[in-house]
């Protein structure tokens, strides 16, 4: 079984460098709005979509012209993998995936560029094409084959390669569910285990909110294309790289700690982008609950572990995990005495409880069918298209 890894690396180039990595990013965003055009301009002649291998020919003739010459100066695969990334846009828009893909302006477009081959890691220095040694922080080391490394410079003028690596796992490695886990995620607690185990949302964006808005406003108050402008976008753009940073490292911590004390996480597959677009979608936003699922399901499959998401249709908060009758409760009715057996319940344990238990028999059974808060049993795709 093939697994994909990325390694993201902060790089150190001198003027000189940087200067190369501008210029490459350059030409990628010229050759990209030029192979666009010709596309745009044959379909509406000919009425037919202008392939790969000729637009890969005609960047040969391109780069011959007097006037484009410069396109030369750069990696040849830098060029042929914009042709790539352009097709596989179009692919994407054709298969509703993405919209039609827009041509890129210098100032709306971060500089980046990427080469497939010949990008290696010596020691502390990354090896790229017509640029030679550059200077890299290597925090851990290099694993598997490496498809291609991305070149891109973040909001903050810092530049970082990233690596995308294929590594082989034996494929009868053995999923147990020997120490199943409930999990049941929200905004006041981020993480409610079954044991009744409660980990505190970070709220890194709300706490940091005050200064961000002063920061904003200094930049809107600058003259546009000034010096002072400049060093206040500066400033607001490493307040929101630190913040991302704080949630991201708290997001790594808490999903391995997870995968390594659990071989089986039961988790509900909860509707992140309609969250995202209801009320409260600054809290969620803030929470990071989408990348939070996404990491513990891709270092599951890292550390042979079982991630079940539970039906979002599931009764997991409603339902008593006693005696199992299901109630009609506020969201802000935090906890609740059930009134058949009159257990008193804290409302995300008691969800965590019944998350555990629905996981563990989708694990049994394999089917996703369960019990809606109205009690009736539905099934997901009957509730999704209803």
């Known amino acids: 079984m093939t697994t994909v890894k990325s390694f993201k690396y902060r790089l150190n180039p001198t003027a000189a460098q940087e200067q190369l990595f501008r210029q490459f990013a350059g030409c ?7 192979a666009l055009a010709r596309k745009q301009e044959t379909y509406q002649a000919t009425g037919k979509r202008l392939t790969y291998t000729a637009l890969a020919s005609e960047l040969v003739e391109l780069k011959r012209q007097p006037e484009t010459a410069f396109l ?3 990696h040849s695969q830098v060029l042929q993998q914009v042709l790539m990334d352009l097709e596989r846009a179009f692919m994407n828009f054709f298969e509703k995936r993405a919209g ?3 041509f890129k302006s210098k100032k709306r477009t971060s500089p980046t560029f990427r080469i497939p081959q010949h990008v290696t890691v010596i020691d502390n220095q ?4 017509k640029v030679g040694l550059v200077k890299a922080t290597i925090h851990r080391s290099l694993e598997g084959v490496v498809t291609s490394a991305t070149v891109k410079q973040d909001a903050t003028g810092n530049w970082y390669v990233t690596f995308v690596s294929h590594l082989e796992q034996p494929e009868n490695m053995v999923r147990t569910a020997c120490t199943p886990v409930g999990i049941d995620v929200g ?6 285990l079954d044991d009744g185990t409660k980990v505190a949302a970070p709220r890194l964006y709300r706490r940091s909110e005050r200064k961000l808005k002063r920061l904003q406003r200094q930049v809107s108050r600058c003259t546009k294309g000034s010096k002072s402008r400049n060093r206040a976008r500066l400033a607001l753009a490493r307040q929101h790289q630190k913040v991302r940073n704080q949630r991201t490292d708290f997001l790594h911590k808490l999903s391995i700690n997870l995968i390594r004390t659990f071989d089986a996480l039961c988790i509900e597959d909860l509707n992140i982008k309609g969250l995202a677009r209801s009320k409260l979608a ?3 936003t803030d929470a990071g609950l989408g990348s939070f ?3 513990l399901e891709y270092k599951a499959v890292w550390w042979s572990r079982q991630v079940v998401r539970v039906s979002r249709w599931f ?3 409603k339902t008593c995990f006693s005696c199992g009758a299901v109630h009609q409760l506020p969201l802000s009715e935090r906890t609740w005495n059930c009134s058949r057996c009159g257990a008193r319940h804290d409302r995300d344990m008691n969800a965590a409880r019944n998350i555990l238990r629905e996981g563990l028999r989708v694990l049994a059974v394999g089917s996703t069918e369960s019990q809606t808060a109205a009690g009736a049993h539905v099934r997901l795709a009957t509730a999704s298209s209803a």
């Open 28 to 34: 990628r965003r010229f050759v990209w709005n030029w």
């Open 72 to 74: 030369q100066e750069c």
């Open 100 to 102: 039609f893909p827009r």
């Open 126 to 129: 990354v090896r790229l094409p």
């Open 187 to 192: 905004l006041s607690s981020f993480v409610t």
């Open 282 to 284: 600054k809290s969620f």
């Open 293 to 295: 699922v996404r990491m």
């Open 315 to 317: 009764a997991s908060s």
